[in-house]
């Protein structure tokens, strides 16, 4: 796919590509890469590049010896809502538990009471400086769940928002529909009656207006049970859409192996993932998606079984969880660190994390996640010494770390 005209090349990168099999963070030193159209279209050492292109190319860029990666993926993202929930950080802090906060009608629930009262508007720029907040540190695409409306209308208003968020940004946003989160006020006590709406009602009206390009749910005590969110799953199935599951993560509810079952695109959170599900996601292909910004805001004591996912061969991804009342973060470079220090991840699996494992668990890898021939150019340059140097720290990540985004 050389193609013989060029209308970017950058000169004087190291390339961190992420490919599979290709070495330690995939790396090509002294580098060069070509764009042509939005797409990659040649790279590699830059002393074996093609003479013709590089000769007619217009536009010759020096990276200064930084490196090219590709932009960061964040993929499982709650970041449109309204309102905040630093009063339960208090009462957590003071020895409540995130389950009894939730039982008294807290929790997920009086955020969705926030977003029901905002505005399309008022949702929107509430949302935009979280996402700004990641594009700073190179995130160019986004997973957005619902999941604070638990109407239909709220739903598909949180939806909107978020397709709205791509098209004002330029990121690109991988809408997700999160109607089992938890039950709503008006079906207390009713979950499967609830279930029947979210099934029949709310997820063929997003579906319908083009607005989820993939399903989840809330397995847990405290939400929805396996057999809730196989009814769920099967709807989504029906209706040609992908699923994940939010698995896991306060008791082992079996969700891992559920997700396995059906073959989600990713299981995250499994904390309590017992080996039957972490084999089961493993068998299906399902990424493993590990946030550990929740596990550390809600102080968890148990991390979800790294050592088993790795020995079965289960992808494992990394992503902000960004939500306001289990992990009210927007820093991905944060939750690199994290990944690494709290549950072991080498710096290496975590940013394979968020760039080639999040684009296979929100179904992207065709066009993401990896610097490939054939690939978006969707890239940045990163003034570092060693990419292992982005789970560390990073002191100056600011936007004049030039983000480039040559189309897609
Ligand atoms: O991923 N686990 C369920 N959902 C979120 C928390 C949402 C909330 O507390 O508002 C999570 O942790
Ligand atoms: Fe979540």
């Known amino acids: 796919m050389t193609q013989v005209l060029w209308d970017i ?54 990276g200064k010896g930084g490196w090219l990666l590709p932009g960061f993926i964040d993929c499982h993202t709650h970041l449109v809502f309204a309102g905040d929930r630093a009063d ?15 039982a008294k009608g807290g929790g997920i629930v009086s955020t969705v009471l926030k977003t029901r009262a905002a505005g399309e508007d008022e949702l929107f720029d509430a949302s935009l400086p979280r996402l700004r907040a990641m594009m700073v540190e190179g995130v160019s695409t986004v997973e957005i769940k619902s999941g604070y409306g638990l109407s239909t209308e709220c739903e598909l208003k949180m939806l909107r928002v978020a397709r709205a968020l791509q098209e004002h940004t330029g990121v690109r946003v991988a809408t997700t529909f999160l109607g089992a989160h938890a039950v709503p006020p008006e079906y207390a006590g009713r979950s499967s009656d609830y279930i029947d709406t979210v099934c029949k009602e709310m997820l063929p009206a997003a579906a319908a207006e083009g607005l989820v390009d993939a399903v989840d749910g809330f397995c847990e005590n405290l939400a929805f049970t396996p057999d809730e969110i196989a009814r769920v799953f099967e709807a989504a199935k029906n209706l040609g859409l ?39 996601l493993a068998a299906a292909g399902s990424v493993a998606v590990l946030l550990p910004g929740a596990y550390y805001f809600l102080r968890q004591k148990r991390a979800p079984p790294i050592a088993a996912l790795r020995r079965a061969g289960a992808p494992m991804a990394v992503a902000s969880d960004c939500n306001p009342g289990s992990a009210p973060f927007t820093s991905l470079l944060l939750m690199l660190n994290m990944a690494c220090t709290l549950f072991g991840l080498t710096p290496e699996e975590a940013l394979t994390g968020v760039t080639r494992q999040a684009a296979r668990a929100l179904g992207l890898s065709q066009r993401k996640g990896t610097l490939e021939i054939g690939k978006d150019a969707d890239l940045n340059l990163w003034r570092i010494d060693h990419p292992r140097q982005l789970c560390y720290g990073v002191w100056d990540a600011t936007p004049a770390w030039a983000s480039i985004r040559e189309g897609g």
């Open 9 to 62: 090349l950058w000169t004087n990168v190291h390339l961190a590509t992420f490919q599979e099999g290709k070495g330690p963070y995939g790396a090509i030193r002294d580098g060069a890469l070509a764009v042509h159209q939005g797409k990659i279209v040649w790279m590699g050492r830059q002393s074996d590049a093609p003479r013709g292109p590089v000769q007619k190319c217009k536009d010759i860029r020096d």
């Open 88 to 102: 339960e950080f208090e009462w957590r802090l003071q020895g409540k538990s995130y389950e009894e906060i939730a």
């Open 242 to 280: 992908p699923v994940k599951l939010h698995a896991d993560q306060l008791s082992d509810s079996g969700g891992g192996a559920l997700a396995g079952r059906y073959g989600a695109l990713s299981a995250d959170h499994l904390e309590y993932a017992s080996q039957n599900s972490v084999e089961a």
